[in-house]
């Protein structure tokens, strides 16, 4: 069957009483009237204007068109990139029942390092982590999903419940697999002042062609799941007994990884071989060597480094993770040449990591060994980092470390 899609764009805005919009709802966009030209091959979009709840819930309703098969609803200032309507017809009919978030995540929550973990392995969607808010910017459920969606989301708002949590929370109660497009077709409006991001296209693009193109692929949602968040490397351990995650040893994973490699010899290989003296105000930020821990981490979870050919296609992704590390960090501050030089790095440490598991002959991790790994250690004898807020939240600018 032909899929039918009809689209809406919620545009939220403030209004007399509203108070402050939420974040994950959307921000007041003077530009919110104008439809993306892509959506015009599904029709009529309308546009639904309103306070952020009822945004959210119209666009829903206003979405389901006559005879549709499936709803779109894009946040008002997405940039969708090219080919977006025949990439989203194709990708829904592989894929008629499952639930698509076609924003990438962002920030340095848990379906951000499944994304990135994606796209290194060559597949063009991630499971999400049903655990996790999701603040996407474009989403796509089947028709009947789509409506229930919008009475669920109308009375969990009601109830005071946060709405990065709605489509997860959605997803589990009726069993609908939940994937995130690696890369992203469509990309939220960039902050004011801060750093160019990969645009839409970009991504789209290398999740289309990394390794062979096989962007129809599934990752499925690991045990291991390296982050890079706050500026830190992070792993994080999915228990199924309890069906939980928590926050393991990351020196712990590495030594297990690498057997009698010294942890700390990786990193301090890349220190040495930088182009020039590290940045102190780019160290305050994001450390060089809490990047290369991120690296080899997910070089250890691949088990093989992606091919050379493959560098230009997965760069954006790595970009992206490089900048979502740093955090909202105005342009001015954060120079051009540092994403770079960090973003080449992080693809080096990658072919390391997987360099690393696989010289040592360690085929895999046994679930019980990973479970008694002890808590990460804080660095310096500082206070663990707190979890990230849902991506795109608001977070404090980074302030220097000791």
Do not use: K
């Not at 007041?28 to 959506?39: I, K, N, W």
């Not at 993770?321 to 105005?330: E, I, T």
């Not at 500082?382 to 302030?399: D, F, L, M, Q, V």
């Amino acid at each position: 069957m032909t899929p039918v899609i009809s689209a809406a764009v919620a545009a939220p805005g403030a209004f007399p009483g509203a108070g402050e919009v939420p974040y994950e709802l959307g921000l007041p966009d003077p530009s919110a009237d104008e439809v993306p030209s892509a959506l015009g091959e599904f029709g009529p979009v309308p546009v639904v204007r309103a306070d952020p709840a009822a945004a959210l819930v119209g666009a829903w309703r206003a979405a389901a068109g006559a005879g549709s098969t499936h709803h779109l609803v894009v946040r008002a200032g997405t940039e969708l990139a090219p080919g977006f309507a025949a990439e989203l017809v194709r990708a829904v009919a592989g894929r008629p029942r499952a639930a698509l978030v076609l924003s990438a995540a962002g920030g340095g929550s848990r379906n951000a390092g499944a994304v990135r973990l994606a796209a290194l392995r060559g597949c063009g969607w991630a499971a999400a982590v049903p655990q996790d808010c999701l603040s996407p910017a474009a989403v796509l459920l089947p028709s009947g999903a789509a409506l229930a969606f919008a009475g669920f989301a109308a009375g969990a708002l009601a109830a005071g419940a946060a709405p990065g949590g709605l489509l997860p929370a959605f997803a589990r109660r009726h069993r609908l697999d939940l994937l995130l497009h690696v890369g992203g077709l469509a990309a939220p409006p960039a902050a004011p002042g801060a750093p160019p991001r990969p645009s839409a296209a970009q991504c789209a693009g290398a999740a289309g062609r990394s390794s062979g193109g096989a962007s129809d692929l599934v990752s499925p949602l690991p045990e291991v799941l390296p982050r890079l968040s706050g500026g830190r490397a992070l792993i994080s351990l999915w228990d199924a007994g309890t069906a939980t995650w928590r926050q393991a040893s990351w020196t712990r994973h590495m030594a297990r990884s690498g057997r009698n490699w010294p942890v700390a010899a990786p990193a301090a290989a890349f220190v040495a071989v930088t182009d020039r003296p590290t940045p102190s105000a780019r160290e305050r930020v994001l450390p060089l060597t809490e990047v290369v821990r991120y690296g080899l981490a997910l070089g250890t979870v691949l088990g093989r480094a992606p091919v050379e050919t493959a560098a230009p296609v997965l760069r954006p992704c790595l970009c992206a993770a490089v900048l979502d590390a740093a955090g909202p960090v105005p342009a001015p501050e954060w120079p051009d040449d540092w994403t770079d030089e960090l973003t080449d790095v992080l693809w080096r440490a990658v072919g390391v990591g997987a360099r690393l598991r696989s010289n040592h002959g360690v085929e895999h991790w046994p679930a019980e060994e990973l479970r008694a790994l002890p808590a990460d250690a804080p660095p310096c004898g500082g206070p663990e980092p707190a979890e990230p807020p849902p991506p795109g939240g608001a977070r404090p600018s980074p302030t220097p470390r000791p």
